[in-house]
């Protein structure tokens, strides 16, 4: 059978990219993998080497893409969607935290969804019929029109996430790497998705390698597993043998006293006595000829806590953008937060030391290599990044929540240095630092490993136990609503 890539006692020949021990791994014509395992695991650093971005001493490794013209390139036959990809890739570095709100700042020579996948189309040089179907196919499964005049910097992590994958598609390549394909996907895309991914298989001969760390993300059309945990390649077994030796995620992974200590924290602000922490009504956006949100109304009490629903585009990111103050659109709006009326004299910060957040647009600002004390120690000043000196009690919260998160032997470590899965924890960390009386979270729990989302989950539960805290919550995973939400908003997405 034919090896498209084979990889023998692989050694990388920098001593940083190296796994435990010498990787040895194939994969097969019409196999489709998934490597599977933990946050920190050495997933990415595998996949690295498996592509030749970390290179190994020679000899190490053979590919065999024929009969395609480059048999042995791999920069042709091998197209690699990583979890930065979501958030705007290495060519995102002018983004910032608010810029997706602020449209009146975007430029506009900013390429535009339908500009990027013109020209992707056009550098792959293949526009044969098949080819064309192949575009119109993939355009109408995510509905590409729709957002084909969206500037790039103004997409959400789904809509990026398409952007990404179909722009890839286009050189037909031999195998498709994909990094957590299904983050970001409502759940109904994420099953068509799957669907695509085998047909692509099936009538195309496009192989897919997906990199998960969530066993119930693993779809029926995988062949292979490859466990990667520990940094050790474990051996490639087919689907039904990993599922047989699945052990399931323990219903807690948050020690009792941790639990007790997050119960047990001191209460800061014994003023805080509002009703209403938030109170929308009859909110309107749209933006040029595009409208996102009509007619919103929604009244959120002292200690609610809430899932916010909706399919892709449908507005939930920016009715979030709207509490936290970060869209300047809200002063047009009738919006009320912890009983100020937006406009009515507040500031933005008056208002956003009350609020714990994380979101795929915070990951996507943070684009620079900052110590990860220092990240955390930002949520106290509301930054992106930290322009003042951390005082000791404030380190002192910032390691008790990296510890919380399981994370605490990083507090010295550089952001970009982690995985992705251990970067959510840190922004996750910073969320939660000041003890903030209202929580917003925004796909918290994108990029985190089965144990990872249990844990993350039952801090949320033990801190939203406490007297005088609301929760909002967007999440496209049912299984991922921590026990204590009790009310459900849905969306729905304008025509």
Excluded at 61 to 84: H, L, M
Aim: aromatic share 10%.
């Amino acid at each position: 059978m034919q090896k498209i890539i084979s990889i023998v006692n692989g050694v990388a020949k920098k001593p940083e990219w190296r796994m435990a021990s010498p990787v040895n791994f194939d994969i097969n014509a019409h196999e489709n993998i998934a490597v599977f395992g933990p946050n920190g695991g050495g997933k990415s650093m595998f996949i690295d080497m498996l592509i030749g971005r970390h290179p190994m001493f020679d000899g190490c490794a053979c590919y065999d893409f024929s009969p395609n013209p480059e048999p042995g390139s791999v920069a042709a036959n091998v197209k690699y969607i990583t979890f930065r990809d979501t958030y705007g890739g290495d060519n995102d570095k002018t983004y910032y935290l608010q810029q997706r709100w602020n449209q009146t700042e975007i430029s506009d020579e900013t390429p535009t969804v339908k500009s990027v996948l013109d020209e992707a189309y056009a550098l792959s040089g293949n526009d044969t019929e098949n080819h064309r179907k192949l575009r119109d196919y993939i355009y109408s499964f995510f509905d590409i029109p729709s957002i084909a005049d969206k500037h790039i910097t103004l997409l959400s992590s789904g809509e990026l996430r398409k952007l990404k994958i179909t722009s890839s598609v286009f050189s037909s390549p031999r195998l498709l790497i994909i990094d957590n394909p299904f983050i970001g996907l409502d759940a109904e895309t994420r099953e068509q998705f799957k669907g695509l991914l085998d047909t692509m298989s099936r009538n195309l001969g496009i192989q897919t390698m997906l990199v998960l760390n969530r066993y119930e993300d693993v779809p029926d059309f995988i062949t292979h597993v490859v466990e990667v945990k520990d940094m050790l390649v474990g051996e490639k077994v087919t689907l039904d043998a990993f599922r047989r030796g699945h052990t399931p995620t323990p219903q807690t992974c948050l020690s009792d006293d941790l639990r007790r200590q997050i119960a047990a924290l001191p209460y800061h602000n014994d003023d805080y006595d509002t009703k209403h922490v938030v109170d929308m009504s009859h909110v309107f956006i749209k933006y040029g000829e595009r409208t996102i949100l009509k007619d919103l109304n929604w009244q959120i009490a002292n200690g609610d806590r809430w899932a916010l629903c909706g399919q892709n585009g449908a507005g939930k990111s920016t009715v979030l953008s709207l509490i936290c103050a970060d869209n300047p659109q809200s002063y047009a709006c009738d919006i009320t937060l912890f009983d100020k009326k937006r406009g009515s004299g507040e500031s933005i910060w008056e208002i956003k030391k009350h609020i714990g957040y994380v979101s795929p647009e915070m990951h996507r600002a943070y684009h620079r290599d900052i110590e990860v004390m220092k990240i955390v120690a930002s949520g106290f000043n509301d930054s992106v990044g930290l322009y003042t000196h951390i005082t000791p009690e404030q380190r002192e919260a910032c390691l008790f929540w990296l510890n919380v998160f399981g994370i605490g032997d990083k507090a010295e470590s550089h952001f970009l240095k982690l995985s992705s899965g251990e970067q959510r924890l840190v922004l996750l960390a910073r969320a939660f630092v000041k003890d903030p009386e209202l929580i917003v979270l925004d796909e918290p729990l994108h990029g985190l490993d089965d144990m990872n989302k249990r844990l993350v989950m039952d801090v949320i539960n033990a801190f939203t136990s406490r007297k005088n805290k609301t929760l909002i919550m967007v999440t496209h995973y049912k299984s991922e609503y921590p026990e204590c939400i009790h009310d459900t908003k849905t969306l729905i997405k304008n025509a």
